[in-house]
C-alpha cells in the first residue's frame, strides 16, 4: 500500500489503462460469451442501490419488497404461482443452493453416499457440486442430438438416488433436454428434479412458435423441484445476476441459519452480505421490458443465429454440429483442427470459444452481436480457410 494515496486525476488514469485492457461487448467481436452488455436502465437502477445489503433485509425493506416481486414474477414466468428464491450471484450459486436442498432432502430419508444423475452436458459448476457436497455424479449419455437419453436414466436410478438435473439450454450446444419425460420419470420415482435452465430460463418463454417448438421446461412439468435462471444472461442484467426458484418454500427453509445479529433472525442464502443492485436491476428490467419487450430481443437473438446458422451451412469444409434449438452455434472445418482455428480468429480479434462435447468452435449469438459483426466474422473466417 502506498504510503500517501494518489489523487483522484491519477487513480482514474490508472483505472483507464485498466479499462483500456479489457475486452468491451459493444465491439461485436466477443463471440463466447454468455453474458452481455447490460441494459442501461438496468445500469442506472444497480448504481442506485449499490450501497444496499440484502444478507441484512430489515435495513433496506424497499430492496427486500423489489426481491419478493421479482421472484414473484419469474415464477410466474416458468409457470409457478408462490414461488420460493432469491437472486443470487449466478448459475453455479444457484445450482449449489438447489443440489444442498435435494442432499438435506435425502439424508432425511436414507444414510449412504447420495447420487446425483446428471447429463454429460452439465454445467461445470456440478463438478464443483458434487466435490463440495460429497456427492456420487452418475452420468447419462447424450442421444444423437446431444440432449439427455432419457431411455438410460431409468437404469441408472438407485435407492441412493438424491436428484436428477436436466438442462434447458447447454453451455456448449444450447439444447434442451426432454424436461417433460424427465420429469414423469422423476415423479414416478419420487426424486428431486433440478432444471439449470441459467440461460433457457429467459429465451423459452419467449420464442416465437415459428422459430422454435414450444416446449415444456419448466414447473409446468409437474416433477421440476427447483430451477435455475439467470439475470445477467439473456435478462441483460449486469453481473452479477443469478436467481434460483424453488416450487416448494419449506425446500428454501432448508437452508436457513439462524443470523442472530442482523435485523432477521435467518437466512437463506449460501452467501451472507448480498448486493441489493443486481435485484434492482433485474426488477428493473422486468418492469421496463414487459413480456413484449423480452420476445423482441429474444426474436432478434434468434433470427441472427438463424442467419449465421445458413451461412455457414452454405460455406465450404464447414461442418455445423447441430441445428441451434436457442442461440449457440457450434462448428468444425475438415481443413484444419479446432485449436488452430481458435487461435487463428484470435489473431483477427475474434475471441470465439470451443465445445469439448464434440470438440468444436462455439459462438454465442448474445444481444450485443449485430448482423454487421457476424458479416465481418464470415468474411475473415473465409479468408483463413482460403489459406489452408
Known amino acids: 500500500m502506498l504510503e500517501h494515496g494518489l489523487t483522484e486525476d491519477e487513480i482514474f488514469k490508472k483505472l483507464s489503462?485498466?479499462?483500456?485492457?479489457?475486452?468491451?461487448?459493444?465491439?461485436?467481436?466477443?463471440?463466447?460469451?454468455?453474458?452481455?452488455?447490460?441494459?442501461?436502465?438496468?445500469?442506472?437502477?444497480?448504481?442506485?442501490?449499490?450501497?444496499?445489503?440484502?444478507?441484512?433485509?430489515?435495513?433496506?425493506?424497499?430492496?427486500?419488497?423489489?426481491?419478493?416481486?421479482?421472484?414473484?414474477?419469474?415464477?410466474?414466468?416458468?409457470?409457478?404461482?408462490?414461488?420460493?428464491?432469491?437472486?443470487?450471484?449466478?448459475?453455479?450459486?444457484?445450482?449449489?443452493?438447489?443440489?444442498?436442498?435435494?442432499?438435506?432432502?435425502?439424508?432425511?430419508?436414507?444414510?449412504?453416499?447420495?447420487?446425483?444423475?446428471?447429463?454429460?452436458?452439465?454445467?461445470?459448476?456440478?463438478?464443483?457440486?458434487?466435490?463440495?457436497?460429497?456427492?456420487?455424479?452418475?452420468?447419462?449419455?447424450?442421444?444423437?442430438?446431444?440432449?439427455?437419453?432419457?431411455?438410460?436414466?431409468?437404469?441408472?436410478?438407485?435407492?441412493?438416488?438424491?436428484?436428477?438435473?436436466?438442462?434447458?439450454?447447454?453451455?456448449?450446444?444450447?439444447?434442451?433436454?426432454?424436461?417433460?419425460?424427465?420429469?414423469?420419470?422423476?415423479?414416478?420415482?419420487?426424486i428431486y428434479l433440478h432444471v439449470d435452465a441459467a440461460l433457457g430460463g429467459f429465451i423459452l418463454p419467449f420464442l416465437d412458435k415459428e422459430n422454435s417448438v414450444q416446449l415444456n421446461f419448466d414447473f409446468k412439468c409437474q416433477g421440476v423441484s427447483s430451477m435455475t435462471i439467470d439475470p445477467h444472461k439473456m435478462g441483460l442484467a449486469p453481473v452479477p445476476a443469478g436467481g434460483i426458484i424453488f416450487r416448494h418454500k419449506e425446500h428454501l427453509d432448508l437452508l436457513s441459519v439462524k443470523t442472530p445479529y442482523l435485523t432477521k433472525d435467518k437466512q437463506t442464502t449460501i452467501v451472507g452480505t448480498r448486493t441489493g443492485a443486481a435485484t434492482a436491476a433485474t426488477w428493473t428490467l422486468l418492469n421496463h421490458y414487459g413480456k413484449e419487450g423480452y420476445k423482441k430481443t429474444v426474436k432478434n437473438t434468434i433470427n441472427l443465429t438463424q442467419y449465421t446458422y445458413k451461412k455457414l451451412q452454405s460455406m465450404k469444409n464447414i461442418s455445423v454440429i447441430c441445428k441451434p434449438e436457442l442461440n449457440l452455434i457450434s462448428f468444425k472445418t475438415d481443413c484444419m483442427d479446432v485449436d488452430s482455428l481458435k487461435q487463428e480468429l484470435l489473431k483477427l480479434d475474434w475471441h470465439v470459444s470451443v465445445a469439448e462435447y464434440p470438440y468444436a468452435i462455439r459462438l454465442v449469438l448474445m444481444p450485443h452481436v449485430k448482423k454487421e459483426h457476424i458479416d465481418k466474422f464470415l468474411k475473415d473466417l473465409d479468408k483463413i480457410l482460403k489459406r489452408r
Do not use: Q, W
Not at 433485509?57 to 409457470?79: D, Q, Y
Open 17 to 190: 489503462e485498466f479499462y483500456d485492457m479489457d475486452l468491451h461487448y459493444e465491439s461485436g467481436r466477443i463471440l463466447g460469451s454468455m453474458c452481455t452488455k447490460p441494459d442501461p436502465v438496468a445500469m442506472k437502477a444497480y448504481k442506485m442501490f449499490i450501497e444496499t445489503n440484502l444478507g441484512d433485509p430489515g435495513l433496506f425493506k424497499g430492496t427486500a419488497i423489489m426481491e419478493r416481486e421479482v421472484i414473484s414474477i419469474l415464477g410466474e414466468l416458468l409457470h409457478l404461482s408462490n414461488p420460493a428464491g432469491h437472486i443470487v450471484t449466478g448459475g453455479t450459486e444457484a445450482n449449489i443452493m438447489a443440489m444442498c436442498v435435494a442432499k438435506y432432502l435425502y439424508e432425511s430419508r436414507r444414510d449412504g453416499i447420495p447420487e446425483v444423475i446428471l447429463p454429460r452436458s452439465a454445467h461445470f459448476s456440478f463438478k464443483k457440486i458434487v466435490s463440495m457436497l460429497s456427492l456420487k455424479p452418475v452420468y447419462v449419455p447424450l442421444d444423437d442430438n446431444y440432449k439427455m437419453d432419457v431411455s438410460k436414466i431409468e437404469d441408472l436410478i438407485t435407492e441412493n438416488t438424491m436428484a436428477i438435473v436436466a438442462i434447458a439450454g447447454t453451455t456448449e450446444l444450447g439444447m434442451v433436454d426432454d424436461i417433460e419425460e424427465i420429469s414423469r420419470i422423476a415423479s414416478s420415482h419420487n
